[in-house]
Each structure stands twice: as structure tokens, then as C-alpha cells.
């Protein structure tokens, strides 16, 4: 019960104090990966892996910036090594510094960690999936989450205009095999294929997932999340997000800065939106971020 006031806290203090420091943090411990996703920049962008030490040390600074919410991301975070050290070694000196540790993965690999959530990447059916992300790729992931035992197991969705007429029935595919979904607008990355989805379409598929989301499926984002996301409307925060790199760079902003372009009319960070939803004291995007990171 102590994880509601001390998120609480924190954008209180933010918002009445002027103490202005990150939520969330995401931290790419590498850019290898063993897809080669259409949508994705990093493993187009080879590096060597950031070290054990240097990893941790990152952390700590992360958690001195306020940081309470740590994302390990990639490439494929679960092919991370240090000699020895596995991701689950990250894992653990995390969970140290922070309120809640989660993965986000491809669902290649074994769906074990102690990590508090384990978020699996499933950008369609079967052959959209496959032809987007390699091929085997959709079997072996759904496989992969049927066979997990994991309490917080989520399913994201990157919307991008290959995908964007098969999303409900994705939605519906999924939600007897995760505990939620959460989904995200296709961002152009400089090295990726064009696969933004136009406004109009994107429209549609929001209005789509709003209806199925007061149906009862368990879509994590917030109606009011998703209605913003129609026109890009939110009041942005970007001081929320803070991001780290394989080469142990830790930069407080935008997700896309040092990475790409920044273009908000492009944004489909729905995450984001969420934050800035809270900080501005929504209440629907508040207890969004209660029920997907557990802290009841």
C-alpha cells in the first residue's frame, strides 16, 4: 500500500512544488536483437553491449534523477551479457532502486524474470506479425506466453498502417492470453520503413478500440488516452521520460531526443500520454497507471 502514496507523492511534488524530476525511466541495455522488425531503428544501430558496472551505475543515476519506474528495453533486453551476468542480474539490481521493474521483449525468448511486468511485443496476426518482425516469429512468442506463469503479463501493440485493419481482432486473439494490452502509434525513424499511419486511420482504429475497450477487453490505456491520441491534443510533459543507451548515455526528455526527429504531430507515445494525463491530474489516466503497474 505504501506504492500509491510514494507515485502519488511524486507528481504532487511536481506539480505544487515545482520538483520536476522523471517518473519513468526506459534503458537500453542493448541494441542487438534476434528480429529484424521493420518498425524498430536500434538494430540497425550495432553497439556492444553496455557492461555490468557501467549498467548499474547508470541505474543509480537514474534513481538519483527521481526516477520510480524503470523499463529494460532493446533491441532484445533478454540477449543482454556481461561474461557471466544475464538480464536477470539487471533485474535484480533494479529492483533494489525502484518502485517497479518491467521488460519490454519480443517473446523470442523464455518469459521468466522477476521483473514486476514483462510487456511482449504483437504487432498482428500471424502472417502481419511474421512478415513485420521475421519469420516464426508469432509462434514462437504466443508460445512463449501461454507457457509463462508471469502474474503481469501485457501484450503491446505498435499501430502502423501494415497492421492497422487487423487490430481488434488482434485485440481479441490476445485477451484471453495476457493479463492487458497497451498499445503505441508507429513512430518514422529515419532507418525504418514509412509505415505512419495517416490521421484519418488513425481515427478509426482509436474509435475501434475505445468500443472494444467499454466492452469489457482488457485494454490497459485509458479512454481518455486514446480520445487524445485522436488529434494529438494532450498538454505534453516531457520532463516525465527520461531514457538510457547501451552507451551509458542518460538523457531526461522526449523519448526521441538524440534518437530521431522529434515531430509531436506524429506522436503516438500512448504511454507518454498517460503521464501526462496523470501529472495534469486526470483521474482516469491515474488509475491507469495504478492498474498497470500494480501498485494496490
Request: glycine letters at 6%.
Amino acid at each position: 500500500m505504501l506504492a500509491i502514496p510514494t507515485l502519488a507523492s511524486h507528481l504532487l511534488a511536481a506539480r505544487f512544488l515545482g520538483r520536476k524530476r522523471p517518473l519513468l525511466a526506459g534503458f537500453k541495455v542493448t541494441h542487438r536483437c534476434n528480429c529484424r522488425c521493420a518498425a524498430c531503428p536500434f538494430w540497425r544501430r550495432p553497439g556492444p553491449d553496455i557492461p555490468f558496472d557501467q549498467a548499474v551505475a547508470v541505474l543509480d543515476r537514474l534513481r538519483s534523477l527521481g526516477v520510480k519506474l524503470l523499463i529494460f528495453e532493446g533491441g532484445e533486453p533478454f540477449l543482454w551479457r556481461d561474461g557471466d551476468r544475464r538480464l536477470e542480474d539487471l533485474v535484480v539490481e533494479a529492483k533494489r532502486r525502484f518502485l517497479r521493474v518491467g521488460i519490454t521483449t519480443n517473446g523470442t525468448c523464455p518469459l521468466q524474470s522477476s521483473a514486476d511486468i514483462l510487456w511482449v511485443s504483437i504487432d498482428g496476426l500471424q502472417d502481419t506479425h511474421d512478415r513485420l518482425r521475421g519469420p516464426g516469429v508469432f509462434e514462437r512468442a504466443v508460445a512463449h506466453i501461454e507457457a509463462s506463469s508471469h502474474p503481469r503479463l501485457y501484450a503491446n501493440v505498435t499501430i502502423s498502417r501494415a497492421n492497422a485493419d487487423e487490430v481488434p481482432d488482434l485485440v481479441r486473439f490476445l485477451a484471453d492470453r495476457v493479463r492487458g494490452i497497451t498499445i503505441q502509434f508507429y513512430y518514422p525513424y529515419p532507418e525504418s520503413e514509412d509505415l505512419w499511419l495517416p490521421r484519418e486511420r488513425r481515427r478509426a482504429v482509436l474509435e475501434e478500440l475505445i468500443r472494444l475497450k467499454r466492452a469489457g477487453y482488457p485494454l490497459l490505456d485509458s479512454v481518455a488516452a486514446l480520445e487524445h491520441l485522436k488529434d494529438n491534443t494532450w498538454r505534453c510533459h516531457p520532463w516525465l521520460i527520461a531514457s538510457a543507451d547501451p552507451d551509458g548515455t542518460v538523457t531526461r526528455g522526449c523519448y526521441l531526443l538524440n534518437r530521431a526527429e522529434v515531430a509531436c504531430v506524429r506522436c503516438g507515445f500512448a504511454a507518454h500520454v498517460e503521464m501526462s494525463l496523470a501529472y495534469d491530474l486526470h483521474p482516469a489516466a491515474v488509475w491507469t497507471g495504478v492498474r498497470v503497474f500494480g501498485v494496490v
